[in-house]
């Protein structure tokens, strides 16, 4: 399974995949024909990879919705970031998405194509009628990203929620 847009290929890792992300990036990167330059895999970051890792385990069935999707440049096979359905659509048919880029490729569009792609993907399913979407407050490169998606706010709590 891989989404396809006009500069990127968009893949889902499977079960074993997200294990070598975090424990042996070079075979993944063997594996997938790509070099990594997204979000370090560190601190934070590697603590959400890995309880992401047990989630999808533990409903493989399902495990597109668990997981990180690589985004890689069809150029050049360089993996600029990664994004991801964070679980199943919810009991208002809603599911949400997050996602990151490295540093050196913000600004070129990459997200907002993967976004678009993603949504549209999602909404191909019978039992998702909304994305959504959670911005820390002043987060401007994350709001610009999602209202060039479509994405209107939705509700504010500790932080700002978009959908479309």
């Not at 989630?55 to 440049?73: C, G, M, P, V």
């Not at 069809?74 to 994004?83: E, N, P």
């Not at 600004?107 to 194509?113: F, P, Q, R």
């Amino acid at each position: 399974m891989t989404i396809e847009t006009e500069r990127l290929q968009i893949i889902p890792l499977t079960t074993r995949q997200l294990d070598l992300w975090t424990d042996d990036i070079r075979s993944l990167e063997e594996e997938l024909n790509c070099t990594y330059a997204g979000q370090p895999i560190e601190g934070f970051f590697y603590d959400i990879v890995k309880k992401i890792t047990g989630i999808a385990k533990s409903d493989e069935d399902n495990y597109l919705f668990h997981t990180f999707w690589f985004i890689i440049r069809k150029l050049d096979r360089i993996t600029v970031g990664s994004a991801s359905f964070k679980g199943l659509p919810n009991a208002n048919s809603e599911v949400g998405i997050g996602y990151g880029l490295g540093k050196a490729y913000e600004g070129n569009g990459y997200m907002t194509e993967t976004v678009k792609a993603m949504c549209q993907w999602a909404k191909e399913h019978d039992n998702i009628s909304y994305i959504i979407a959670e911005t820390e407050d002043g987060n401007m490169k994350s709001e610009k990203v999602l209202k060039r998606c479509g994405f209107v706010f939705y509700k504010k709590e500790k932080n700002t929620w978009w959908r479309v």
